[in-house]
DNA sequence: GTTAGCATGTAAGGAGTTACATGATTTT
DNA sequence: AAAATCATGTAACTCCTTACATGCTAAC
């Protein structure tokens, strides 16, 4: 039952998941990951950490530290605290992306879900494009009703405004689209004759 | 000093410029004007209101209520506590909007100060666009070069996204060219007599 | 006469930021 | 040795929402 608060949960567990970090790392990929939309601040990330582990989600992995740093300080500076999943957080991140109810389209939740898609089962992927499309869609429905109602007592800003705004969400039901389309096709056109749930591995790209 | 909460704020007082309002209309108003961007509950207009009135910038006004209303109800339901601009409120509201600095292009005041561009002088109009520009700019160079940097260990739905979001930044930016663009050309023909400030080119310093 | 919508308000809390406090390591 | 950067963490605060409490008026 996706809380609204899941929202870092969620992004910590798939980042871990290619491979462990320390939080000052974590922030960045995250911010890196999502930074056109939001970025988390330490004050938001470390107290998140730590009730990741207090459930067991995560745990601090002292001999990992840092493995793979390319160039400087294989040395190991003090604090890093590198954390990696436990089995039950990969159970956890597992059930959040494949449980996703109508939270998962709403804005709070929608780009992080989409940035893991690529663990996420094809089935899943397409039933947030299409709950994010009809959202969408009412929502710029709405808001042209409002408009029509009220294009009265509206000057030349409000209606740029408004008009702007209509353009915004009628470009984002088109992109969408074209994601749902390209969903289909490539379910259509499976790399063998594997029909419906291949929920686990099928769509994994070469990374990490 | 523009803080963050100024913006319902600026947008009450800006609404009851029109008309002497009541809250429940009010918030109807904004969230119609707003709508498509945020919307504000009653949890947050009427400890507003009554904070305006402490401050003096806004009055009961028991003769006024409601006047106009069309068709239903002339009768003065109970409850409806109309509010009207004070003498002061109306000093607030117009040096809320000429002294708008930086924080008036930020994301939670731009769209507020768009909306009340009809009652704010081209000159403020003009530095608060291209405020904005510059800011939309710098955001979209700042995430196409942090795209750049991690290219790799990216799939395709990151990418996707990324994508999708540069391209809504330059479509942002464009869409700011083109205002600028027809402000400017609205202050090179004014409709003659003020003299005045030419507000055509030399407008970039004041930042508060 | 009860339901639906209008209208005002408050208390609790969620989600996040800022500013602070602390200290190690690297670079200059 | 100073400055910059890496790194962790907390406390206070902001801003807003949800849920509740209250009661009028209109309509069925």
């Given at each position: 039952m996706a809380r609204r608060g899941d929202v870092l949960e969620l992004a910590v567990l798939g980042l871990l998941q290619d491979s462990p970090m320390h939080g000052y790392e974590l922030r960045k990929r995250l911010n890196a990951m999502l930074g056109s939309f939001r970025a988390f601040s330490y004050g938001t990330l470390y107290p998140c950490l730590k009730m990741l582990l207090e459930k067991g989600w995560i745990r601090e992995?002292?001999?990992?530290?840092?493995?793979?740093?390319?160039?400087?300080?294989?040395?190991g500076r003090r604090g890093r605290i590198v954390y990696q999943l436990t089995a039950e957080g990969k159970e956890r991140f597992a059930s959040l992306l494949a449980g996703s109810g109508s939270a998962a389209w709403e804005d709070e939740q929608f780009d992080v879900h989409f940035a893991f898609f690529s663990r996420t089962d094809a089935q899943t992927r397409l039933k947030i494009l299409e709950g994010r499309r009809t959202r969408m869609q009412e929502r710029l429905e709405k808001a042209h009703e409002a408009a029509h109602r009220t294009r009265e007592r509206r000057d030349r800003y409000t209606l740029e405004l408004q008009r702007h705004a209509e353009e915004s969400m009628e470009r984002e039901v088109r992109w969408l689209d074209d994601l749902i389309d390209s969903e289909r096709r490539r379910a259509d056109e499976p790399r063998s004759g594997s029909r419906r749930t291949r929920p686990s591995e099928s769509t994994r790209e070469g990374d990490s």
């Amino acid at each position: 039952m996706a809380r609204r608060g899941d929202v870092l949960e969620l992004a910590v567990l798939g980042l871990l998941q290619d491979s462990p970090m320390h939080g000052y790392e974590l922030r960045k990929r995250l911010n890196a990951m999502l930074g056109s939309f939001r970025a988390f601040s330490y004050g938001t990330l470390y107290p998140c950490l730590k009730m990741l582990l207090e459930k067991g989600w995560i745990r601090e992995s002292d001999g990992e530290r840092a493995k793979e740093r390319p160039a400087h300080a294989l040395s190991g500076r003090r604090g890093r605290i590198v954390y990696q999943l436990t089995a039950e957080g990969k159970e956890r991140f597992a059930s959040l992306l494949a449980g996703s109810g109508s939270a998962a389209w709403e804005d709070e939740q929608f780009d992080v879900h989409f940035a893991f898609f690529s663990r996420t089962d094809a089935q899943t992927r397409l039933k947030i494009l299409e709950g994010r499309r009809t959202r969408m869609q009412e929502r710029l429905e709405k808001a042209h009703e409002a408009a029509h109602r009220t294009r009265e007592r509206r000057d030349r800003y409000t209606l740029e405004l408004q008009r702007h705004a209509e353009e915004s969400m009628e470009r984002e039901v088109r992109w969408l689209d074209d994601l749902i389309d390209s969903e289909r096709r490539r379910a259509d056109e499976p790399r063998s004759g594997s029909r419906r749930t291949r929920p686990s591995e099928s769509t994994r790209e070469g990374d990490s």
